[in-house]
């Protein structure tokens, strides 16, 4: 009744309209105008009785912004195909003098054309072409004619014998138009009339008609042929391409100047053309083509001193992105055509990525998948750009390669340069380069790129072998999960790091992720950490089994039932009818089924909060209805998980066990939040975690290369890679990990000699003997002995201040006089957990320490031992041999300076008085030396402190692998 009454209102008003049409004013002009099409929907007959002859009286002394708008709504009438005869009004708009309304009622003409009928068009239109054709017409009339010649060439109701007679003689005159704009405009309708009329036409009527544009004096005609070429090769025949379009085609870019636009235009179409004309080309056209590009690649350079300078978005910048837009195109042809010129293609390639505007190599991010793909076995050569492209810090860049990341690496996967089973240098780099992209992008504003990159991450997997994603990947994505700004970036993260654990080949390092997972966000301080534990477990049902994820997440999962929280509660309470399912899928235990009902019958019976109360009540309705008769589909795809699961998870070489480390790239936190407040569980009544968390074991290899060692510093993570190797290699449920992480491991002797004491007396005995460099160690080999000190290896260049926090800790002779030095030092753990800047740091100066006694005494308990600090590289030791450095190092002068000696030495050795200073001890560690050549040293350089007058002792020179190392005492 009431869309009756207003239907009868609407009709009524209709009634009036035309009268208010007459003497209303603009605005409501305009809202009769635009409700037009609802009124032809109520009362179609009186609408265009009544009120479409007022609006065609008035549109000839409307205004511009009337005519606009009427222009659209009659476009939208005659889709319609009602009716009426509306296409006078728009011919009559056409001629209009005002540019903006002529072009308004062209566009509605042009699409309207395809809708008209034959008569219509033959009656109406070809007539209408006629007039706007005419050299004595405006030039914009002349242009309109241009473009509905464009439109009536290809309408399905005219023959081709019909174009060729009443259309091609007008094609004609356009042609030689005496104006620029209508040749050109004219110049690109050229498809569209070799569509309607057929090839056999072409050869003879409109191909002399295009050479003859196409060698245009007008760079505005010339450009128009260029992009007419491209539409116009289907309708062109092989032998003439050869013999005519090849050449007009080097003609044409033989004429660019440097003023005009055209080099921009061929660049666009470049990849477009070789495509066409690829079967026809000649040995030499070939070079001559991959030539030419190149010199397009460096428009802009060639011309300018110094090449590499600031440039804006010219034309120049415009080429050379169309140039580089047009790379998978080029490199196709190159690969099809003249494989044995590839490294030509990619010095351009390379300079194209190099290039000192962004826009530029935007342009190459966004293709280098696709070449990628095309290249195949050979895209090998494109890894240092795509890695230098990844630590590009314009976010333009990284917006267009992000989205293809996936498939960059999966290709450079597919062809071997990437594995899952190795661990080699091109995966080193790359994984450098993505976890700098990740840094940088975590640190903008760009949370949605952010979002992406994570997601192209789970291809890694596929790419890299799981323990080398585990030791520096998931760390990274696990701060984010744990950290990130925003919920997106979350959600991605928690799916990434579940696609991680998924493939995951190391029971140890599946079972820290899955408790850092469930202590990090189910156990978490934070209410919305815990809610995103929910949607973790969404997710956990996409990627892994029923069977898995009851063992688990579901208990874990039930503790948020009884959180404090109610939004946390409420999230709970989402996922229920997916935990009804699960506990009725195979294998079948009961004690899923009862404990569910247990959290469900708690949250029935101790919920207060309305809202959560109401969702309750409407979630249990759906887990009523749930059972397997209507997810066939769904357990069927539940058990090819179990059997995938089953198969990668079966026992294999690569499932070996590691050992219990003393730091890790990322420990989880039990119980705490990811603020890093003091960890406490949200809920009283929440059961503890079912195991604790253990860190991620890193590489245990011996013989680490310099890039695994380097990988965190070159791809700027804050991360330490320092290792302490444990004796007796545990797994990590053979003790408690408390025990681990409290107390110092057993570190084991690594000697082939007897051990010898690292003093000034013997230290230059420790020489290397083989005069070469050894490999760079993994780990650093803290030999814990009881009166023996062998030595310390240090691996080179360690990161986070390691190297320069190095400190002996005192472990037997605590308070115990000089002489009775039998101290045994260690690393200490904490040195290695501190976060800190990732620099490259020097080593600290350890082979012996100096104790600075403040009351002059000897032995006195008061002694404060100096470490000297340093900032060098290099000073590495590999098999018990030292390494060190040239560069001084530089210790202030003390009270007393005492030499700290081991006890197994005799007490002629180990006594010094207390009047020592460093220069006996310089005497001490020169008196062994071993060689004229280290007198001849130590001569001269007495001689330079004396030429400087230097304070105190003038130098002391202590040999270690052939290297001296100047100990200077400064005031």
């Not at 009004?89 to 003409?109: E, K, N, Y």
């Not at 990341?405 to 780099?429: H, I, N, P, V």
């Not at 100066?845 to 100096?850: I, Q, R």
């Amino acid at each position: 009744m009431d869309n009756n009454l207003n239907e009868l209102s609407a009709m009524d008003k209709c009634l009036h309209l035309p009268d208010l049409f007459l003497k209303g004013d603009d605005i409501q002009k305009l809202s009769i105008i635009q409700a037009l099409p609802q009124l032809v929907r109520i009362d179609q007959q009186a609408t265009f009785s009544r009120i479409v002859p007022k609006i065609q009286q008035e549109l000839p002394k409307a205004s511009s912004e009337f005519q606009v708008t009427t222009s659209q709504i009659f476009r939208v009438l005659i889709e319609k195909e009602l009716p009426v005869n509306l296409l006078g009004a728009v011919i009559q708009g056409v001629d209009s003098r005002d540019p903006v309304v002529s072009a308004a009622w062209m566009d509605t003409l042009l699409s309207v054309i395809p809708l008209l009928n034959e008569n219509v068009v033959k009656n109406e239109i070809i007539p209408l072409i006629m007039i706007k054709s005419q050299l004595n017409q405006p030039v914009i009339q002349r242009v309109a004619g241009c473009r509905i010649i464009g439109k009536i060439a290809i309408h399905k109701a005219l023959k081709p014998t019909d174009i060729k007679k009443d259309i091609l003689p007008f094609v004609h005159s356009l042609c030689q138009d005496c104006s620029i704009e209508v040749r050109a405009v004219m110049c690109m309708q050229l498809p569209f009339v070799a569509e309607g009329m057929g090839i056999g036409v072409v050869k003879t009527q409109l191909l002399p008609c295009f050479v003859e544009l196409a060698s245009d004096n007008a760079p505005l005609v010339r450009e128009a042929a260029v992009l007419t070429l491209v539409n116009l090769f289907p309708y062109i025949e092989r032998e003439l391409i050869e013999s005519t379009i090849i050449p007009l085609i080097k003609k044409l870019c033989e004429k660019c100047m440097p003023e005009d636009n055209i080099s921009s235009i061929i660049a666009s179409q470049y990849g477009a053309i070789l495509e066409h004309i690829m079967p026809c080309l000649s040995n030499d056209d070939k070079m001559w083509f991959l030539t030419y590009y190149r010199i397009l690649a460096k428009t802009g350079f060639e011309t300018r001193p110094g090449g590499m300078q600031t440039v804006d978005a010219s034309k120049d910048v415009v080429c050379r992105e169309n140039c580089a837009s047009n790379l998978p195109a080029v490199a196709k042809f190159v690969n099809a055509m003249i494989p044995q010129h590839m490294d030509v293609l990619y010095s351009i390639f390379r300079d194209l990525a190099g290039d000192p505007c962004y826009i530029v190599r935007r342009a190459v991010a966004g293709c280098i998948h696709e070449i990628a793909k095309i290249l195949g076995a050979q895209n090998r050569m494109l890894k240092a750009d795509f890695v230098r492209l990844l630590r590009d810090d314009a976010e333009d860049v990284l917006q267009m390669l992000v989205p293809n990341l996936k498939s960059t690496l999966m290709l450079l996967a597919q062809f071997g340069f990437l594995s899952k089973d190795r661990t080699d240098q091109t995966t080193m780099e790359i994984s450098r380069a993505v976890l700098k992209c990740q840094i940088e992008l975590a640190k903008g504003y760009n949370w949605r790129l952010l979002a992406t990159f994570i997601e192209q991450l789970e291809c890694l997997p596929f790419c890299m072998p799981s323990d080398f994603i585990h030791q520096h990947f998931t760390p990274i994505i696990l701060g984010s999960a744990a950290n990130g700004r925003v919920k997106p970036v979350r959600y991605q993260a928690i799916r990434t790091l579940l696609i991680f654990l998924r493939y995951n080949r190391k029971d140890n390092q599946q079972k820290w992720l899955r408790d850092a997972l469930v202590n990090q966000f189910c156990y978490s301080e934070s209410c919305y950490t815990r809610q995103i534990y929910v949607k973790l477990c969404l997710y956990a049902l996409e990627v892994f089994s029923s069977k898995y994820f009851k063992e688990y997440f579901f208990q874990p999962l039930l503790c948020l039932a009884e959180d404090a929280i109610s939004n946390v509660r409420y999230s709970f309470i989402g996922i229920l009818p997916n935990l009804k399912l699960l506990t009725l899928l195979p294998p079948m235990d009961t004690k899923y089924k009862v404990i569910l009902q247990d959290a469900i019958t708690k949250l029935e019976t101790k919920e207060k909060e309305k809202y959560v109360m109401q969702h309750l009540k409407n979630t249990l309705r759906d887990v009523q209805l749930v059972s397997l008769i209507g997810n066939k589909e769904f357990q069927q795809r539940d058990m090819a998980k179990q059997e995938q699961e089953a198969a990668f998870n079966s026992p294999t070489p690569e499932k070996q066990i590691a050992t219990i480390t003393a730091h890790s790239p990322m420990k989880p936190k039990v119980n705490a939040a990811a603020s890093g407040r003091p960890g406490r569980r949200p809920s009283l009544t929440r059961s503890a975690p079912a195991s604790k968390t253990t860190t991620p074991s890193p590489s245990t290899t011996i013989d680490m290369n310099f890039l695994k060692q380097h990988f965190y510093i070159d791809a700027g993570v804050n991360l330490s890679t320092t290792v302490l190797r444990a004796n007796n290699e545990h797994t990590i449920n053979d003790k408690p990990d408390d025990a681990n992480l409290t107390q110092p491991p057993t570190l084991e002797r690594r000697s082939t000699s007897p051990a010898t004491t690292l003093t000034p007396r013997n230290v230059a005995a420790t020489t290397n003997t083989a005069g070469s460099i050894a490999p760079h160690p993994t780990v650093i080999n803290v030999i814990r002995i009881t009166d023996d000190i062998s030595e310390e290896n240090i691996a080179p260049n360690m990161t986070d201040d390691v190297k320069v926090n190095l400190r002996r800790k005192r472990v037997n002779g605590k308070g115990k006089g000089l002489s009775d030095c039998a101290d045994v030092w260690l690393l200490p753990a904490a040195a290695a957990n501190r976060s800190k800047a990732a620099k490259r740091h020097s080593s600290a100066f350890t082979s012996f320490v100096y104790l600075t006694a403040a009351d002059g005494r000897k032995g006195s308990g008061n002694g404060r031992r100096q470490s000297e600090k340093r900032r060098s590289l290099n000073i590495a030791a590999h098999g018990g041999k030292w390494e060190p450095s040239k560069i001084p190092i530089c210790v202030k002068k003390r009270e007393s300076l005492i030499l700290a000696v081991p006890t197994d030495r005799p007490a002629s050795d180990r006594t010094v008085t207390d009047d020592a200073t460093l220069a006996d001890v310089s005497s001490l560690s020169i008196r062994n030396d071993d060689g004229p050549n280290n007198e001849d040293d130590h001569d001269a350089e007495r001689q330079r402190h004396q030429r400087q007058n230097l304070p105190g002792i003038e130098g002391i020179t202590m040999k270690m692998s052939n290297l001296p190392i100047a100990i200077r005492l400064v005031q």
